[in-house]
Nanobody, 119 residues
Framework: QVQLVESGGGLVQAGGSLRLSCAAS????????MGWYRQAPGKQRELVAA???????NYADSVKGRFTISRDNAKNTVYLQMNSLKPEDTAVYYC?????????????WGQGTQVTVSS
């Protein structure tokens, strides 16, 4: 059974930094895209950043220059380094991955981790 487990959320003041981690576990053959989404209260879930197995990345305009996504393929782990945080970054952050396992090829979601940025 494949699982994504996130860690690293919390409360931080505006201008501060946080690092999120998401580790995939289970009978995994390969992981293509890994990414981070976020959902603020009353808003739709939105893509924050994504990274494919070759290292190519994509960012939402709102986080470009402040957030950095990276991955450790050997550990099946994706990271999101968040710097210069703003109150509008407050949201539940979800890890997402496109994983091929013994069960087949599916999208998986983590349980979410709360990020709160105070002004």
């Amino acid at each position: 059974q494949v699982q994504l487990v996130e860690s690293g959320g919390g409360l931080v003041q505006a201008g501060g930094s946080l690092r999120l981690s998401c580790a995939a576990s289970g009978s995994i053959f390969s992981i293509n895209v890994m990414g981070w989404y976020r959902q603020a209260p009353g808003k739709q879930r939105e893509l924050v950043a994504a990274i494919i197995s070759t290292g190519s990345t994509n960012y939402a305009d709102s986080v470009k220059g402040r957030f950095t996504i990276s991955r450790d393929n050997a550990k099946n782990t994706v990271y999101l380094q968040m710097n210069s945080l703003k109150p509008e970054d407050t949201a539940v952050y979800y890890c997402n991955a496109n994983i091929r396992s013994t069960s087949g090829l599916y999208h998986y979601w983590g349980q979410g981790t709360q990020v709160t940025v105070s002004s």
